[in-house]
């Protein structure tokens, strides 16, 4: 059974204060892990997908990377509105189906 | 990517009541989820819903409980049934359209049970 396990549970962050969230992962075969930014009272958006150890991912202030355990979600001089939870997810069958984590929600002040 | 649209976004329901939850997709999909979101925890998958045939339930899910429908390449309902205060959360569809290996959520639907 997939396993996936993040931290912190919630980050505080002041404006400008770069942080790494991480994503600990155990799955009998990586097909892909996938990085979701969740909204209060929204559905999550998709983010990032990275297949293999090694593999990094950017886009304007988050940069994810991946190795064989564990995935990082880099925020780089954050700002209020990426105050979110992230979630991150595995997926290891050929059958698209998902298994989540518990979420970091990120408070970013100004 | 794909825009998907469920109804109701939320509701206020008694107990032992059932609640019919829509999902509308703008595109022909293949695979098409259901999952359900338990305040402050991470999204569990229900089932997989496949077109033409019954779903597929994960286990701690059955069919009396959470009947699905697929009557089209664009289009589920999940119903929750019996309902009871437990049931109370977000449920969410989810689709993965065809070529794409990332999965695409609706906005949710926010279910409370009194």
């Known amino acids: 059974e997939d396993q996936v396990t993040q931290s912190p549970e919630a980050l505080r962050l002041q404006e400008g204060e770069s942080s790494s969230l991480n994503c600990s992962y155990t799955?009998?075969?990586?097909?892909?892990l996938f990085w979701y930014r969740q909204d209060p009272g929204k559905g999550p958006e998709f983010l990032f997908t990275?297949?293999?150890a090694g593999e990094e991912k950017e886009k304007e202030r988050l940069k994810a990377t991946l190795t064989k355990k564990e995935s990082f979600l880099h925020i780089t001089a954050p700002k209020p509105e990426d105050s979110a939870t992230y979630l991150c997810?595995?997926?290891?069958?050929?059958?698209?189906?998902?298994?989540f984590g518990a979420g970091t929600t990120v408070t970013v002040r100004a | 990517s794909a825009v998907i649209s469920q109804k109701p976004s939320r509701d206020i329901c008694q107990r032992g009541t059932s609640l019919t939850i829509q999902c509308q997709v703008d595109?022909?999909?293949?695979?098409m989820f259901w999952y359900r979101q338990q305040p402050g925890q991470s999204l569990t998958l229900i089932a997989t819903?496949?077109?033409?045939?019954?779903?597929?339930?994960e286990s701690g899910f059955v069919i009396d409980k959470f009947p699905i429908s697929r009557p089209n390449l664009t289009f589920s309902t999940l119903t929750v049934s019996n309902m009871s205060p437990e049931d109370s959360s977000i449920y969410l569809c989810?689709?993965?359209?065809?070529?794409?290996?990332?999965?695409?959520f609706g906005q949710g639907t926010r279910l409370t049970v009194v």
């Open positions: 595109s022909q999909v293949t695979m």
């Open positions: 990275l297949y293999s």
């Open positions: 799955v009998s075969g990586l097909r892909g």
């Open positions: 819903a496949n077109q033409g045939s019954e779903a597929t339930y």
């Open positions: 989810s689709v993965h359209p065809t070529g794409n290996t990332e999965a695409f």
């Open positions: 997810a595995v997926n290891s069958g050929g059958d698209y189906k998902l298994s």
